[in-house]
């Protein structure tokens, strides 16, 4: 186990520890990680003595040639050296309350902060002191777990997450990061303690399934919550997607396993962070719109609307950003069909042109949405629409080209319309607005004002409306 430590930040960080008369290790990710031959460059140091007078020697060791961040509250340190960060903290003893997953803090040894580590992957110990340096400690067999791909905890699973339900989530990132399976133990307490979910705050939540949805392959973490109940209770709204109900001797596709298989796909494509919200969103008003016609089947008609509107509610529940990237997404989701259907038809210039100016910047996104969207256990029928949907984005590609349309706007806005027009009706301005934009998109007239402002007096006089 040499050889994870071969940075001198580690020499000097033990060499420290001597000089203090402490112990000290290397816990956590970073020893999980190299043992998996993965690159991490985020630090855990645990030391039995006071680990923010530790990150302070450390700190004057490297000459200062570090930022060192102390926070004496919760008895920690973090020092930023290149591109590395470094935590620091002492071996403690924990306990917690029912009502709180923020446990109750002692200094302790180094048995008591192995019986605080979650999952055996996560409580392996690499000594930085000189008499053991690279002796790697492994209290609970966590390298035979990293070899069998299996993710358990380190003590009693019941007890575990009912101290901190938060790492009922931890446990199934870390499976589904590492294409690990949940010992079945671990996975039955998850399922016994999965209202405990209700103490942990919304904005740890949402940085855990954001870690799962960066993912390479995310699916797995959402299958993982859906079995054991933490996805009905987090993310209701997914999990109302899964089913399939027969009526008539006619079905509807599982629209759950729909998403997650858009989600993977998309992942192969992007790692937008917010693109990938857009793949699991983009049905999520299935359910409220599913209706049953005799003739046809199964119709899930305007669920692009309506799911469109569902965005706000789910990110501001979520604690996610309510900005720019909150309308992205609410964009997508709204316009996530229209690009499939252009690849149904014959792609006009002037349906390309409505496209580009209602996706904006975003056109090219939404394609990639819309060729993740392409699912079927029918490969000749995917690649079909695939290639069509490549013609489309020839035609986006060339239409942007000619007109210059990204970010577009038609020159006659609501002001001159309401400056031009006796306006009664303030829905009027809109429509007026609407209709010539449509004869500039259509290229029946080019969007100059002068001839706009002559159209709209032509359709404000067939609406009654007179010039001001």
Request: charged letters at 30%; a neutral charge.
């Amino acid at each position: 186990m040499q050889s994870p430590l071969d940075n001198p930040i580690f020499e000097l960080i033990g060499k420290t520890a001597d000089e203090m008369k402490l112990r000290a290790w290397v816990v956590g990710g970073f020893v999980r990680d190299s043992i998996l031959k993965r690159e991490n460059k985020d630090i855990d140091i645990v030391v039995v003595g006071n680990g923010v007078d530790f990150a302070q020697a450390v700190a004057k060791n490297f000459n200062n040639d570090c930022t060192l961040s102390v926070f004496r509250n919760f008895g920690t340190a973090q020092i930023k050296f290149d591109d590395w960060i470094i935590e620091f903290i002492g071996a403690r003893k924990e306990s917690y309350r029912r009502d709180s997953r923020k446990p109750m803090v002692e200094n302790g040894t180094l048995e008591d902060d192995q019986n605080r580590r979650d999952f055996t992957i996560n409580a392996m110990y690499l000594s930085l002191n000189s008499d053991q340096f690279g002796e790697l400690y492994d209290p609970y067999n966590g390298v035979q777990d990293l070899q069998n791909g299996v993710i358990k905890t380190c003590n009693n699973p019941d007890v575990t997450f009912d101290d901190d339900p938060l790492r009922m989530l931890r446990g199934i990132r870390f499976a589904s990061r590492l294409n690990f399976r949940i010992e079945l133990k671990t996975f039955e307490a998850i399922k016994q303690n999965v209202n405990r979910i209700e103490i942990v705050s919304q904005e740890r939540i949402t940085d855990e399934m954001n870690a799962m949805i960066m993912a390479e392959k995310p699916s797995r973490a959402f299958d993982m919550m859906s079995k054991t109940g933490l996805l009905t209770l987090i993310f209701p709204e997914m999990m109302a997607l899964h089913g399939v109900e027969t009526r008539n001797g006619k079905s509807h596709k599982d629209n759950f396993y729909h998403t997650l298989q858009v989600l993977d796909n998309i992942c192969e494509l992007t790692d937008n962070l917010w693109l990938r919200w857009a793949a699991i969103l983009h049905d999520i008003a299935k359910p409220a719109t599913k209706r049953f016609d005799n003739r046809v089947g199964w119709t899930f008609h305007g669920h692009e609307d309506k799911g469109s509107r569902m965005v706000k509610g789910i990110f501001q529940r979520m604690r996610l950003p309510l900005d720019e990237k909150m309308r992205y997404v609410s964009k997508l989701v709204l316009l996530h069909l229209r690009p499939i259907v252009l690849s149904k038809e014959t792609v006009t210039d002037s349906a390309v042109r409505r496209l580009i100016v209602d996706a904006g910047e975003h056109v090219t996104d939404l394609v990639t949405l819309c060729r993740a969207d392409i699912t079927s256990k029918n490969e000749a029928k995917v690649e079909k629409h695939l290639k069509n949907l490549i013609l489309v984005q020839d035609k986006i590609n060339e239409v942007l080209a000619k007109d210059e349309l990204r970010n577009w706007q038609p020159v006659l806005t609501g002001n001159h319309i309401k400056n031009h027009f006796e306006i009664k009706d303030p829905q009027d301005i809109g429509k007026i607005k609407e209709a010539v934009r449509e004869l500039i998109l259509d290229g029946q007239i080019p969007n100059e004002l002068a001839i706009a402002l002559e159209k709209a007096e032509e359709i404000a006089a067939s609406m009654n409306i007179s010039l001001r």
